[in-house]
């Protein structure tokens, strides 16, 4: 067998077996074959797309390219959940804690912001001290004592969704299904849980931006995980607007405490709750959606899942006073109050832009040797479907200069789109999926 012979069968729309994948796989992971020919492959399959089965073996070829995490140390039913990309999309920091603080653990492995998306290990290390690179036995030993860790990842998970990540990066090839389902999900089945909740995003921050394509990309993500043996809903939500109102790691920080500590509400909560209800009830916490929720808000209002939060930061390194006192979290020297300016309704937004926004503060990095200002970004006081006036705040800048927050100030400006009438308020879930099937919301 050759790489060219599987181009070639790829080119002309065949089904590859399963042989043939796995080659494919390990050429990846081990770079045993030339970069061109790996890029050839991949337009071969963006083009002509992949059965289910196909997409399944590419996946698990993946996934056994590198190491796979044992997490049966850890008592219960570990519960992965994971997020497509957003901006202002901070669940993990809120749902964590609260899960654990409910009895069931949570041994999450998170990544790092890409292009107009945040990330969860960025937003981490902005609190003072925390690590997020523990080795695989301190990982497993604090889910033990704590119930909760989240780290970046452990190990060699899925090299050859590395090599192949970076390549479809620089060939216009990501907007692919079956290459999106298997780099996802390989790393998810590597990283060793025994049931996953996937958040597919919509919108106009989303990867997919139209409804019907991220309920195919998640139909497909639901049979795969399904078919690897491991139980996965899929729940499609909105990616109109940021999700939460801050914008920037320590910011976002700051809007999960809030949340956690009672004095927020709002979108981010919502969302953080019902993905949080899933994971409890895979786990066999809680014996429906409603049980669920009402267990995460009671660990809310008695303030355990704030004490669970501290724990964590305390175990990883970090200063979890932070958790009472917001200003030991990196503080930005420049802050400015922008208004509406105009009378209306906010109609759209470009997510996307805005998230880009925040990344040109110093929020994310333009390449990936940029180090990150953590303190930069912006807190949005406006949602789609609110009535403005010129005095209606807009946002708060968060800027290391005034040459920053001037630009922001363009770049958001010209991402939110005003008008003379109303639009309806943006919806946060659209619809479910699960083994049995799509639900619309
Ligand atoms: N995130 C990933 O890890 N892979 C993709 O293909 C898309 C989003
Ligand atoms: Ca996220």
């Known amino acids: 067998m050759t790489m060219l012979e599987i181009i070639e069968k790829k080119k002309l729309g065949k089904e590859l077996n399963r042989e043939e994948i796995r080659f494919f796989a390990r050429a990846a992971a081990e770079r045993s074959v030339p970069d061109y020919q790996l890029a050839a492959m991949l337009m071969a399959i963006r083009l002509n797309g992949m059965t289910d089965a ?16 044992d997490l049966s140390a850890i008592p219960g039913i570990k519960v992965d959940k994971h997020s497509t990309g957003g901006v202002g999309d901070t669940t993990t ?12 653990p949570v041994a999450k492995m998170s990544g790092r912001g890409l292009g107009h998306t945040g990330g969860t290990l960025d937003k981490m290390e902005s609190i003072p001290g ?41 060939t216009a090839t990501v907007d692919s299904i079956p290459l999106i389902v298997s780099s996802i999900l390989s790393k998810k089945l590597a990283a060793g849980s025994d049931a996953i909740v996937l958040d597919v995003k919509t919108g106009s921050g989303a990867l997919m931006h139209d409804l019907e394509s991220s309920i195919h990309l998640a139909e497909i993500m639901v049979r795969v995980g399904t078919m690897a043996g491991k139980p996965t809903v899929a729940l499609i939500s909105g990616m109109d607007q940021p999700l939460g109102t801050h914008v920037g790691n320590a910011l976002e920080v700051k809007e999960a405490i809030d949340i956690l500590a009672g004095r927020a509400g709002g979108d981010l909560k ?25 267990m995460l808000e009671h660990a809310l209002e008695s ?83 609110d009535r403005v006036t010129p005095e209606t705040p807009l946002c708060e800048l968060h800027a290391r200069t005034e040459a920053d927050a001037e630009r922001a100030e363009a770049a958001i400006r010209a991402a939110i789109t005003f008008g003379d009438s109303p639009s309806e308020r943006a919806k946060n879930f659209l619809a479910i999926v699960n083994r049995d099937g799509v639900r619309r919301l």
């Not at 399944?56 to 796979?68: I, Q």
């Not at 920091?93 to 069931?104: N, R």
């Not at 200063?319 to 006192?325: G, I, T």
Request: include cysteine; hydrophobic fraction near 45%; charged fraction near 25%.
């Open 54 to 69: 196909e997409t399944t073996a590419l996946t698990l070829a993946m996934r056994d390219s590198g190491d796979v995490v």
């Open 93 to 104: 920091l809120v749902l964590a804690p609260l899960v654990a603080a409910c009895g069931a």
């Open 130 to 170: 925390m690590r997020i690179g523990l080795t695989e036995e301190e990982f497993i030993r604090q889910v033990r004592e704590i119930g909760v860790a989240v780290v970046g990842q452990t190990g060699h998970l899925a090299p050859a969704d590395k090599t192949l990540y970076a390549l479809r990066d620089v």
């Open 270 to 294: 919502e969302v953080s709750l019902t993905l949080g209800g899933h994971m409890l009830v895979l786990a066999g916490r809680a014996k429906d959606q409603e049980e669920a929720v009402r």
């Open 303 to 385: 303030g355990a899942g704030l004490r669970k939060l501290e724990e964590m930061i305390t175990a990883q390194g970090g200063d979890s006073r932070v958790c009472r006192d917001l200003s030991l979290l990196p503080q930005a020297p420049v802050r400015k109050q922008i208004l509406c300016g105009r009378s209306g309704y906010v109609n759209r937004m470009n997510t996307t832009a805005l998230g880009l926004a925040a990344q040109a503060m110093g929020a994310g990095r333009m390449r990936a040797e940029d180090s990150i200002d953590y303190a930069a970004g912006y807190v949005l006081q406006i949602r789609i479907g």
